[in-house]
């Protein structure tokens, strides 16, 4: 069955909304849009190069990972960073993630390791370094490349928009002292487990990792006003 001129016109799109997704979800994560900030169309299509379809696309998947607040008649916002969406999302990962990290150790395969040793080497060069953006985005990867060893597309997803959430109060508490080198140390603690084939040390190992974390979100201040701020509705 052929498609339709629009269908093929969508299609199309969707690269350019995932790249402007991740723009703004990078952009929201480092503050650059503050919670609160309006998340102008006009302005972002310009910077993406793109039309205003892919940045509407992209606003509502924010929206979805509850990182936008959209009001029809005002515009869309920056989310404020709640206390409870925090929690919530951290009783998704803990939930999913653990799982996965049992299953995934029972099937484990040499190859599996060499992307994590990889990512984790990279990791270590970023403490070395001080890079705390890149020292984040190796961190998505790694639980990305655990998660992604199962094949389920929905856990994924949910894991994805969990960790959306979370991107703000963790990229602010990751440089807190010590806390860089006890994340690389804590990943490597998963793989060391994990190379143990049983499954209920690398769930444990994983269930500690994620429950420290939480520890150093909640323990950490973020910018005055950013956690719980008032709300920003129009």
């Known amino acids: 069955m052929k498609r339709s001129a629009h269908q093929k016109d969508a299609?199309?799109?969707r690269p350019k909304a995932e790249r402007v997704y991740r723009y703004l979800r990078n952009r929201i994560r480092e503050l650059e849009l503050p919670p609160g900030a309006r998340v102008e169309k006009n302005e972002i299509a310009q910077q993406c190069g793109?039309?205003?379809?892919?940045v509407s696309e992209a606003i509502a998947r924010l929206a979805a990972d509850g990182l936008v607040d959209v009001f029809p008649q005002s515009g869309s916002f920056v989310a404020p960073i709640r206390a409870q969406d925090i929690r919530e999302s951290m009783m998704i990962r803990m939930g999913l993630e653990v799982e996965a990290v049992a299953l995934v150790t029972a099937i484990a395969t040499p190859a599996l390791f060499a992307r994590l040793d990889a990512n984790?080497?990279?990791q270590a060069s970023a403490v070395r370094a001080g890079n705390m953006q890149r020292l984040d985005d190796l961190d998505e990867d790694f639980h990305a490349i655990i998660l992604g060893e199962l094949k389920v597309k929905r856990v994924q997803r949910l894991v994805e928009a969990a960790r959306a959430v979370l991107d703000r109060p963790r990229f602010?508490?990751?440089?807190?002292?010590g806390r860089p080198?006890?994340?690389?140390?804590e990943h490597r603690r998963i793989v060391d487990a994990m190379r143990t084939r049983d499954p209920a040390f690398a769930a444990a190992a994983m269930c500690v990792h994620l429950a420290r974390v939480l520890r150093a979100i909640e323990g950490h201040?973020?910018?005055q006003g950013a956690v719980d701020q008032a709300d920003h509705r129009p």
């Open 120 to 122: 984790l080497a990279g």
């Open 11 to 13: 299609a199309a799109e």
């Open 172 to 177: 602010q508490a990751l440089p807190a002292e």
């Open 181 to 185: 080198k006890a994340t690389l140390n």
């Open 50 to 54: 793109v039309s205003r379809a892919p």
């Open 221 to 223: 201040s973020p910018s």
